[in-house]
Nanobody, 123 residues
Framework: QVQLVESGGALVQAGGSLRLSCAASGFTFSSYVMGWFRQAPGKEREFVATITSSGTVTEYSETVKGRFTISRDNPKKTVYLQMNSLKPEDTAVYYC????????????????WGQGTQVTVSS
């Protein structure tokens, strides 16, 4: 069955860096757009970044642009989120997701979701 398993979340100080990974199985990873979303306590899930199936096109939310980088390794069936210059407001559970159609920031367009990994940024 389809599985997305995130890892790499941790407690980090403001200004630090983390690299999240999401390992996929159970579907043709190289055919899917992948995205990262996050959800802070009491807030709605929000778009962070997305990458096309080939990895040639990426999009970011304005709040992370210039600090975060999404990438993928299709042979390894893994998508990454490199997060630099972290801020306390980046604290959230981070989810990876997959969709068959388009690189989009709309979570409703994604078919498959992981369980999430906690990122906590202390000030």
């Amino acid at each position: 069955q389809v599985q997305l398993v995130e890892s790499g979340g941790a407690l980090v100080q403001a200004g630090g860096s983390l690299r999240l990974s999401c390992a996929a199985s159970g579907f043709t990873f190289s055919s899917y757009v992948m995205g990262w979303f996050r959800q802070a306590p009491g807030k709605e899930r929000e778009f962070v970044a997305t990458i096309t199936s080939s990895g040639t096109v990426t999009e970011y939310s304005e709040t992370v642009k210039g600090r975060f980088t999404i990438s993928r390794d299709n042979p390894k069936k893994t998508v990454y989120l490199q997060m630099n210059s972290l801020k306390p407001e980046d604290t959230a559970v981070y989810y990876c997701a997959a969709n068959r159609l388009r690189a989009t920031g709309n979570p409703g367009h994604y078919d498959h979701w992981g369980q999430g990994t906690q990122v906590t940024v202390s000030s």
